[in-house]
């Protein structure tokens, strides 16, 4: 039987792209074709990100890639890397079973980059750097 979480180790940037591989396994650790497949995006204390809850792949296969991107991947606190969880919930047909559900989370961290803006924050110069003549601020 396979396990509940995957730990990613490749980082994702902030508001940049991360893609996820998906799959489903069977009691035996063989992966299927699921019936049914959904996923949400949280944080690490279960806060809904970006509006991402039960979002429907329409014809799930043996591998179903998740593109996150944008806003999927802002960072709103003060920390230089926090953690994202994607949980996919899945219906598959075991033997003679139909609807057996499977969940799964993939656990994976986002990087912040210097000089990205969060969600209404505005970029600014730092106080002991000159601003250059020829940028105008808008």
Do not use: C
């Not at 593109?67 to 953690?83: H, K």
């Amino acid at each position: 039987m396979g396990k509940a979480v995957t730990i990613l180790t490749e980082e994702a940037g902030e508001q940049s792209r991360y893609r996820v591989v998906t799959t489903v396994e069977d009691l035996d650790g063989n992966d299927v074709v699921p019936t049914s497949l959904r996923w949400s995006l949280t944080n690490s204390i279960g806060t809904l990100i970006n509006g991402r809850d039960k979002v429907s792949i329409a014809s799930p296969a043996i591998s179903n890639p998740i593109i996150l991107s944008g806003n999927d991947l802002i960072i709103t606190e003060s920390s230089t890397v926090i953690q994202r969880i994607l949980l996919i919930e899945a219906t598959y047909t075991e033997s003679t079973i139909a609807n057996m559900p499977y969940k799964h989370e993939y656990i994976f961290t986002v990087r912040n980059f210097v000089g990205v803006s969060s969600a209404g924050a505005s970029l600014a110069m730092p106080a002991d750097l000159p601003m250059p003549a020829d940028m105008e601020m808008t």
